[in-house]
C-alpha cells in the first residue's frame, strides 16, 4: 500500500544548529514533492517544492533534497532559530492531481 | 478575498445532527482540496475538485460525508449524522490548479468541528 512516513518523534535541537527532517514514502512515483509548515491552531504554509528530476532545492536558510531512487526527502534548515519551532510535512504530488501529506514531523528549537 | 476563507471558525454539535463547512477559495483558482486532521495528526486527503472535470472523492471516509463546488468557486463540505469521531479540523486548500502543474497549495485557517 502507499505510504508516506515522517519521523513521529519530535526533533528537539539547539539554537544555530542545523535541523534535518526526513520523509520517506512507498509505492509512489511522485512527480514533485513540497513541504509545509503548519504553526498550532493554524492552516499550513508552503515552503518548497522539489521535482522528479531535481536533486536539491535551496531558499534561504531552507534545503530540501529529492533522491527517488531511495524514495526519500531530506529537509534542512541551517542556523535553526527558536522561530523555525513548528510542525512540518511533506506532500507529494501523485498521478491524477491530489497531493498527499505525511503526518509531519515537530521540531523545537531551544535557545 | 486575499486568501482562503472558511466559515465557521468553530462549530459545536450534537452527536446525529448535519454540519455544513463552507470553503470559499482564492479568485481564479481551479482546484480545491478538502482535508481532516485530527489532534495531533497529519492532513487525511478527503476530496479534490479540479475545474470542470469530477472530483476525486477516494478520500471521504463514509457516505455520510459528501462536498460540492458551486460555480467553480464556493464549497460546502457537508456531515450528516455526525459522530464523535467526525470531531476533527477539516482544512480546505485551493491552488491555480495548472495542468500537469497544480503548485503550491493556499490553506485557510480551517473549521474546528466538535461532535459531543
Known amino acids: 500500500s502507499q505510504k508516506i512516513e515522517q519521523n513521529s518523534e519530535a526533533l528537539n535541537i539547539q539554537e544555530g544548529k542545523t535541523a534535518t527532517l526526513t520523509c520517506n514514502y512507498t509505492n509512489y512515483s511522485p512527480a514533485y514533492l513540497q513541504w509545509y509548515r503548519q504553526d498550532p491552531g493554524r492552516g499550513p504554509v508552503f515552503l518548497l517544492l522539489?521535482?522528479?528530476?531535481?536533486k536539491e532545492k535551496r531558499k534561504e536558510r531552507l534545503k530540501v533534497t529529492f533522491d527517488t531512487t531511495l524514495k526519500q526527502s531530506l529537509f534542512h534548515i541551517t542556523a535553526s532559530q527558536p522561530a523555525d519551532s513548528a510542525t512540518y510535512l511533506c506532500a507529494l504530488y501523485n498521478q491524477g492531481g491530489k497531493l498527499i501529506f505525511g503526518q509531519g514531523t515537530e521540531l523545537s528549537v531551544k535557545p | 478575498g486575499a486568501g482562503v476563507s472558511q466559515s465557521p471558525s468553530n462549530k459545536v454539535t450534537e452527536k446525529g445532527k448535519d454540519v455544513e463547512l463552507r470553503c470559499d477559495p482564492i479568485?481564479?483558482?481551479?482546484?480545491l482540496y478538502w482535508y481532516r486532521q485530527s489532534l495531533g495528526q497529519g492532513l487525511e486527503f478527503l476530496i479534490y475538485f479540479q475545474g470542470n472535470s469530477a472530483p476525486d472523492k477516494s478520500g471521504l471516509p463514509s457516505d455520510r460525508f459528501s462536498a460540492e463546488r458551486t460555480g467553480g468557486s464556493v464549497s460546502t463540505l457537508t456531515i450528516q449524522r455526525t459522530q464523535q469521531e467526525d470531531s476533527a479540523v477539516y482544512l480546505c486548500a485551493s491552488s491555480p490548479g495548472l495542468a500537469g502543474d497544480p503548485g503550491e497549495l493556499f490553506f485557510g485557517e480551517g473549521s474546528r468541528l466538535t461532535v459531543l
Open positions: 479568485s481564479g483558482h481551479t482546484a
Open positions: 522539489i521535482r522528479e528530476n531535481e
